[in-house]
């Protein structure tokens, strides 16, 4: 069996290794095996692994925060999965072939879902839909705004904005996204800059935003902070610029704007298994008719993490780098 493990935290394709494991024993009453079909790298994992992310988790580690499985094995007790069921894996260590976990770890998703498409719904989408639905009471016809608008929570976000008559401006560092972007689904695609403010005033004069979703922070989280009407919020769950969130005295005095942050990590700890299941039965079936569609730029397999790795790091791709540790199935 192959997997991927830490042994220091440093730069990402340099410090992870393909290593050889025993295949997991028999499982317990309570637990499931499983197989990892797919896996996203997420921005997170990169974080992680470079030891920059909330916590360090103890060294030696096997990473992998989200993934789709199929069960080979139920403990005695088990009654919420079968062998052979198609399942999101709650574990945070997904990049190995095959493991034992609890059963309270997985949920069974819907088997006609594509697979690779299922590995990447326990974080971007949920993301999405509960920065959409936490911080604001979105009206048909309102707007919400979000920057880095081509990743794969911008593209879950612009999705479901959709699905539900929300109307989406949509800000990227890069003018051949207004294309595609505009093909998702969204309704207005503008490129950063000083006069964000000016560009998205000209096409939400009839309603601005009061929702604001940043993954950027520092002088974005301002220049998206511009483009709300006041008493509005900027939702900020990621620091792709490196720097502080910044917001100015006239945007939090004057205009009683406000600046709150999102982890999905911590939401889904204090999350009830039945809304948990409901959430993802919700999210799953817009998997399954086509609603939710992230863009892959490429999969590898264990053997090549360093590739994947290294890959996943880049800037200006066009979709997610996934792992496949048992080969591409469906
Ligand atoms: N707080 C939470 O619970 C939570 C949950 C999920 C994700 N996140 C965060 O959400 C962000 C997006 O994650 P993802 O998985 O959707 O990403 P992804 O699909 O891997 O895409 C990465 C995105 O980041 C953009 N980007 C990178 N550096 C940037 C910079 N300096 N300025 C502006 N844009 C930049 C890229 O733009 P280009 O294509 O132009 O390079 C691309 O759109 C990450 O910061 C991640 O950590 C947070």
Not at 70 to 86: C, H, L, M, P, Q
Request: charged fraction near 20%; aromatic fraction near 4%; proline fraction near 7%.
């Amino acid at each position: 069996m192959l997997a991927i493990e830490l042994t220091a935290f440093g730069t990402p394709h340099e410090v992870c290794r393909c290593i050889e494991i025993d295949a997991p024993g028999e499982p317990g009453p309570d637990e499931v095996t499983i197989e990892s079909l797919a896996c996203p790298i997420n921005p997170a994992e990169i974080l992680l692994l470079a030891g920059l992310y909330a916590s360090k988790p103890p060294l030696p580690y096997r990473p992998g925060i989200e993934g789709v499985a199929r069960v080979t094995a139920i403990g005695a007790e088990v009654k919420s999965v079968k062998v052979g069921d198609k399942v999101m894996s709650l574990s945070r260590n997904n990049w190995q072939q095959s493991f034992n976990l609890p059963a309270t770890d997985v949920i069974a998703v819907p088997e006609q879902a594509d697979t690779l498409q299922l590995a990447m719904l326990k974080v971007n989408p949920a993301t999405a839909w509960l920065m959409l639905t936490q911080y604001a009471d979105l009206k048909p016809g309102d707007w919400v705004i979000q920057n880095a608008a081509n990743s794969g929570v911008g593209h879950s976000l612009i999705q479901l904005a959709k699905a539900n008559g929300w109307r989406s401006v949509n800000v990227v560092r890069r003018e051949d996204l207004i294309a595609p972007l505009m093909l998702a689904g969204a309704d207005a695609v503008i490129v950063d800059g000083p006069d964000l403010a000016e560009r998205c005033k000209a096409i939400t004069a009839d309603a601005p935003p009061m929702l604001a979703i940043d993954a950027v922070a520092g002088t974005a989280t301002t220049r998206l902070a511009d483009c709300l009407a006041d008493d509005g919020t900027v939702v900020n769950y990621g620091f792709l610029s490196g720097d502080p969130c910044q917001m100015t005295p006239n945007q939090i005095v004057f205009r009683s704007m406000s600046l709150t942050g999102f982890w999905l990590a911590k939401l889904l700890g204090g999350m009830p298994r039945d809304a948990m299941e409901t959430q993802y039965a919700m999210l799953s079936k817009l998997v399954v008719d086509g609603t939710l569609n992230t863009p892959i730029e490429a999969t590898y397999g264990l053997n090549d993490i360093n590739a994947a790795l290294e890959h996943a790091a880049r800037s200006g791709r066009s979709g997610k780098i996934l792992l496949t540790p048992n080969g591409v199935q469906s």
